[in-house]
C-alpha cells in the first residue's frame, strides 16, 4: 500500500480539524472577551468541517487501495 498524497492530506486535515475543536485557545489571540468568544466559534466551526473531510479522504485513500 502506497501512501500518497491524500493519506498526508486527510491525515494532516483530521489533525487539524480535532485541535481546532478540542483546543481553539490555541488559535487566538486574546484581546477582548466579545473577540475571544467570537474567533472561538469561528475555529470551532473551522474544526467540524474540516475533521470530516479529513475522514472522508483517509476513508478514499484505505477503500481505493
Not at 501512501?3 to 475543536?21: N, P, V, Y
Amino acid at each position: 500500500m502506497k501512501l500518497g498524497f491524500d493519506f498526508f492530506f486527510g491525515a494532516a486535515m483530521f489533525a487539524w480539524g480535532l485541535a481546532c475543536i478540542l483546543f481553539p485557545q490555541w488559535w487566538y489571540k486574546q484581546v477582548s472577551p466579545d473577540q475571544i468568544a467570537r474567533d472561538r466559534k469561528r475555529i470551532k466551526m473551522l474544526g467540524y468541517i474540516l475533521t470530516p473531510l479529513g475522514i472522508v479522504l483517509l476513508l478514499l485513500h484505505f477503500l481505493t487501495s
